[in-house]
Structures are given as C-alpha cells and as structure tokens.
C-alpha cells in the first residue's frame, strides 16, 4: 500500500472511498468529497486492484489538488468489503463515512451528518435521502427515501433502511465494538453490518430527512448481478439468524422476503423477466402481503406484466434496462 499524501492527524470525518474499475467515475466522486463544506476530514480512496485507468485518475487528481487530507491505498484486489475494511483500519477520524467510487455526496451531506451526530452520542448511524442517478450521471426524478427517521434492529432486518452503501456515516466505536464488514459477502454486507451494529451495541440509527446522496445506477455493475445478489443475501440472513436467535421468525422472513423483492426488481431491469416474476413469487411465499403493503413490490409486479414496448419506452426515463 502506498500513501501519496498525508492527512490531519486527528480528523473529525475520514471518508473511505472503495474503488474498483470505476474509471469514468471516480474523478466526480473524490472530488465531492473533497469539495465537502464541512474541511475537518481525510479522504482515504481504497484502489481494490483496478485494472483500467482509476489508479492513473487518482494519481492525476493527487497531483492537481495537492490536498494533504487525500490518501490513496492500493491493494490487490479483495472486493469491496476488503476495500472498506482497509480504509477502516488506516482511518483516524472519530466518524468513519462510506462513499463508493461511482457515486456522489452533495457538498452539504459530511456537515449535516456531523452536527446531528456531535448533538447526540448515543447515534451510531446516520443517513440521509438518495438521488437515483443514471450511469452518465444524469438525474432520473427518483429518489430514495429514507421513510423510517429511528429504524430499530427490526426494521433493519425487515429492510436495509440505510439504503445504498455510499449513505451511511458511522461513529468509529462501532466498529470497535460490532467488527468490520463480512470479507466473505460480496453483497448485503452493509445490511448485515448494520444490523451487527444495532444488535451488539446501543447505538441508534437516525435518518437526516434531506437529499444528500446520489447513487448511480449501472446495470453493467456486480450490483446488478440478481443471481450473485439472491447467494449474497442467503448468506447474509443465515448470519444474521444464527447470531440472533431471540428475534422473532417472521422478521427474518420479512427481511428474506425484501432482499427477493430486490433480486426480482433486478432481474427485470436488466432483461430477466421471467426470473424476476420467480423471485417476485419467492418473497410472496415468505410474506404473502407484501404486494398489498409494499408499493416498491406492486410496482415490480406491475413492470413485469407490462408489454416488451411500453417496458421499452418507460427505461430511459426510469434509469433501468428495458
């Protein structure tokens, strides 16, 4: 690993950014970091292996700023919970933030989170709104809404309500307390995580009502993989059951039945409209329900039964694959 530069030794925020073939995007994303209205930070950017021009980029940026808050670790790669977990442990700050490489903070989102956080030390995580983004970076007109401002460990198992991995910011005795991010998921491993931190700590989840994030949405990334992400999401569950055991069957069935919600909706953005519908069919069984109670699964179900033409039409400008 190799530093280019140094950073404030004690900073307020360290901002950790995983970085893995993200060429045409990491420039926008260091740069919303270091662009932040709130300065007391350092930027650590995890080069996970990189195998097109991201550690060229970076070092492009490095030169042009010449800002010592910026930290630039390569490592083979390891995925992205080795990437984060690599930041974690060179961080110094008290509030450790997670911005992926393909996404953006709005320059106002470090300043709002720390203020709330400062105010009440019993928050562990916070988070805010999201802006969908489209892979060129335009906005779609959708959002994602973080509906439940104090999500207890329940409601974290029924739903990641963080919502994306470039959301959240956590105090840093989380981690000492909860662990790092599971190495061995390569999806889901911020749901699980989160949920570690809720069950084995006291801190409390805290939702900031204000669009602060954007989230880019490429149906060319891992992330769209809804095979990888049905594994993933297994696996996840089958830790969280076995490390929890007095919580309630229905809420892991709950939170199975969302993550196949999610697979569903991922198969039909990119194509697989038959294997959404089985995975539609897979969170009904688990919580027959949902279709009444849910209008992000109505609205798959709805995607799904639409003629090939309309799907078409409607793609562009909802941000996904037709």
């Given at each position: ?20 073939n ?39 940026i490095?030169?042009?700023?010449r ?15 080795g ?20 996404d ?52 974290m ?74 594994r ?91």
């Amino acid at each position: 690993m190799q530093n280019v530069a140094a950073a404030p030794v004690h900073p307020a925020l360290s901002i950790v950014i995983p970085a893995y073939n993200v060429a045409p995007y990491i420039r926008q994303a260091v740069l919303s970091a270091l662009d932040q209205s709130f300065d007391d930070t350092e930027i650590i950017v995890v080069d996970d292996g990189s195998t097109d021009a991201t550690a060229e980029i970076l070092a492009a940026i490095a030169r042009e700023r010449r800002d010592e808050r910026l930290h630039i670790l390569h490592q083979a790669n390891a995925g992205l919970s080795g990437a984060r977990n690599t930041g974690i442990l060179a961080a110094r700050g008290h509030f450790i933030g997670f911005l992926d490489g393909d996404d953006v903070w709005l320059p106002e989102k470090a300043a709002r989170h720390l203020h709330l956080m400062r105010g009440d030390p019993g928050i562990g995580i916070s988070f805010s709104h999201s802006e969908y983004i489209t892979e060129s970076g335009n906005p779609t007109g959708a959002y994602l809404r973080a509906d439940k401002p104090h999500p207890t460990l329940h409601d974290m198992i029924r739903r990641n309500h963080v919502g994306n991995g470039s959301n959240a910011i956590v105090r840093r005795d989380c981690f000492d307390r909860a662990g790092l991010f599971r190495p061995e998921l390569r999806a889901c491993e911020d749901y699980e995580l989160w949920c570690r931190i809720l069950h084995r700590t006291r801190y409390r989840a805290v939702a900031i009502p204000q669009v602060l994030t954007q989230y880019r949405m490429r149906l060319t990334s891992l992330s769209y993989d809804h095979r990888k992400f049905v594994r993933q999401a297994d696996a996840a569950m089958h830790y969280l059951r076995a490390a929890m055991p007095a919580v309630p069957v229905e809420i892991f069935a709950a939170g199975h039945a969302e993550h196949y919600r999610i697979a569903a909706w991922k198969a039909a953005s990119t194509g697989s409209h038959a294997a959404g519908a089985r995975l539609l069919l897979r969170a009904l069984r688990l919580r027959p329900s949902l279709l009444l109670t849910d209008r992000r699964a109505a609205a798959t179900g709805i995607w799904l039964m639409l003629p090939g033409a309309a799907r078409r039409m409607l793609a562009p400008r909802l941000g996904v694959g037709g």
